[in-house]
């Protein structure tokens, strides 16, 4: 990807993952956020963090499918504003929802499994955004970088639960990301098994080996 157009795809990603907040924003300065507000904030949010997240899990089956090639940098902006707007959802339900009662948002968090799940899944987006700068990267070395940075597979399946266990009878939206996950998770599944596959069918190729025999030396009288 060249410079460019690395800063072309950087723009759009960077306008397309504002334009909920500013949305947001409007429809407050407005009063057009329904008859809740706390609701519409709170899962416009988590929709778009749900999403982010699947987009920034999207872009390795992508490659692995179409040898679509995209830069690190690029599911690392996805990444981070996946975390963003994880705080901003997070974060209305601490100052608007419960105004800060940490007792009774411990409580939800020990009784309501999808709560459970919820802050789980932001814990461990933590030390994600934490170690994504390139310096952390070179700190941490890549082998122990990519390790760390799988959890976010088990993030994405907390995040879907925590929606599935939220959501009432009759939306759908939950069980469209169940099944987008599914198939991205499936196709790194396929492709680790297929890479395995092929490696065990590759013959070991012999090595020549050189022995050198040393001519016996009489032994000294």
Known sequence: MSRRTRIIVKGAI??????PLLTLFYRYSTDRLGPNPISYATNLLGDTTLRLLLASLALTPLRMMF???LQMSVRRLLGLFAFFYACL????????DHFFDWN???ADVVKRPYITVGVLALTLLMPLAATST???IKRLGGKTWRRVHRLVYV????AVLHYLWLAKKG???PFVYAGLLAILLGVRLFDWARRGARSRRQPISPTNRLVTIAPSVPPKP
Request: zero cysteines; glycine letters at 6%; hydrophobic letters at 65%.
């Open 155 to 158: 993030i994405g399946v907390l």
């Open 134 to 136: 390139t310096r952390m």
């Open 14 to 19: 960077w306008g397309v993952a504002l334009l």
């Open 171 to 173: 939306v759908n939206d």
């Open 89 to 96: 959802h997070f974060t209305i339900w601490i100052a608007v």
């Open 67 to 69: 040898k679509i090639s």
């Open 104 to 106: 009774e948002m411990m």
